[in-house]
């Protein structure tokens, strides 16, 4: 049983617009959510979190938004930017669990020039 | 500051040969963790250390062993590789202290044949 869906399994958008990346989860444990960016070849790097007691966070082109009703959460990118063309995981974990993350399948999104 | 280092980087194993995986990170982190990353499945964990000395089973640890070695160190080890371990695994730390992200490997791409 997968606790974290993102159902898309790719976006494309035209560079300057808005990339919004969607991820769902089903164990209500969970409060705390990240977002990890991956391009070929590396390792996940942290791009931004945020905890269950806000329902957004910022951080310069990366908002992220939590709807604890809907056990949904978005990642907005803007302006996307070439760069940006990864693979995104978005993560959750219950509170006190030393970071032992649930991931996603992630999302692949492409920015085109 | 090198963060969190695997090695080796590449690994081709016969079926049924024996390896472990190296990992060490000089970021005096607590919690280390070992995650497996296949295509469409996102990272699921296969083991972690919350603190030196203590190691726990994540979602896949079936096939795998690990040794916390020091604070700095911990190991995957492959006893009898099989192709289904034809993964990218990845290597990663945190702090303990409550919920703060994860910094990863760079990976280690390995395939059982």
């Known amino acids: 049983d997968q606790q974290v869906k993102q159902n898309s399994p790719s976006l494309s958008v035209q560079e300057g617009r808005i990339s919004i990346l969607n991820c769902d989860y089903t164990n209500s444990m969970f409060d705390y959510f990240l977002w990890y960016k991956k391009y070929p070849a590396e390792g996940p790097t942290f791009l931004i979190s945020i905890s269950s007691i806000k329902d957004k966070n910022e951080d310069g082109r990366f908002t992220v938004f939590l709807n604890k009703s809907a056990k949904h959460l978005s990642l907005h990118i803007v302006p996307s930017q070439p760069g940006d063309s990864a693979v995104y995981f978005c993560a959750a974990t219950p509170y006190g669990a030393n970071s032992k993350l649930t991931f996603g399948k992630g999302i692949t999104l492409s920015v085109r020039p | 500051n090198a963060g969190v280092t695997q090695t080796p980087k590449f690994q081709v194993l016969k079926t049924g040969q024996s390896m472990t995986l190296q990992c060490a990170q000089d970021m005096n982190h607590n919690s280390m963790y070992w995650y497996r990353q296949d295509p469409g499945m996102g990272l699921r964990l296969i083991y972690y250390s919350a603190s030196e000395g203590t190691t726990d089973k994540g979602e896949v640890p079936n096939g795998y062993n690990v040794s916390r070695l020091n604070k700095r160190e911990f190991s995957l080890r492959l006893e009898s590789a099989a192709p289904s371990q034809t993964s990218v695994y990845f290597c990663?730390?945190?702090?303990?202290?409550?919920?703060?992200?994860?910094?990863f490997g760079q990976g280690t791409r390995l395939t059982v044949v």
């Open positions: 990663a730390s945190s702090e303990a202290r409550g919920n703060t992200e994860a910094f």
